[in-house]
């Protein structure tokens, strides 16, 4: 059974850093492409970051970049995200998913598989 189970989240407040980590079980995923998005109360799910696969390029959403940083490690088979310099805004539920091929692509249904989500909340 494949699983992605995302850590991390919680309270910070505005301008502070948090780390999400995404470990995956049941299979390796080093060929896949790993992705970030986020769902704010009321709003869709949105695009937050990817890495292809073996980590060779990395894509950030507009409203992040320069701020989060998503790095994987494939001898663990995890993927992880520095956040700084976080804002009210930035406040969601954070999924991790695992992307059908190895580019870097920023649409849901390229992901197959996706965590339960970690909940950050950042107060101002």
């Known amino acids: 059974q494949v699983q992605l189970a995302e850590s991390g989240g919680g309270l910070v407040q505005a301008g502070g850093s948090l780390r999400l980590s995404c470990a995956a079980s049941g299979r390796t995923f080093s060929e896949n492409a790993m992705g970030w998005f986020r769902q704010a109360p009321g709003n869709k799910r949105e695009f937050v970051a990817v890495?292809?696969?073996?980590?060779?390029?990395?894509f950030y959403a507009d409203s992040v970049k320069g701020r989060f940083t998503i790095s994987r490690d494939n001898a663990k088979n995890s993927v992880y995200m520095q956040m700084n310099s976080l804002k009210p805004e930035d406040t969601a539920v954070y999924y991790c998913?695992?992307?059908?091929?190895?580019?870097?692509?920023?649409?849901?249904?390229?992901?197959?598989?996706w965590g339960q989500g970690t909940q950050v909340t950042v107060s101002s």
């Open positions: 998913a695992a992307a059908k091929k190895g580019w870097t692509t920023r649409g849901e249904y390229d992901y197959d598989y």
């Open positions: 890495i292809s696969a073996y980590g060779i390029s990395t």
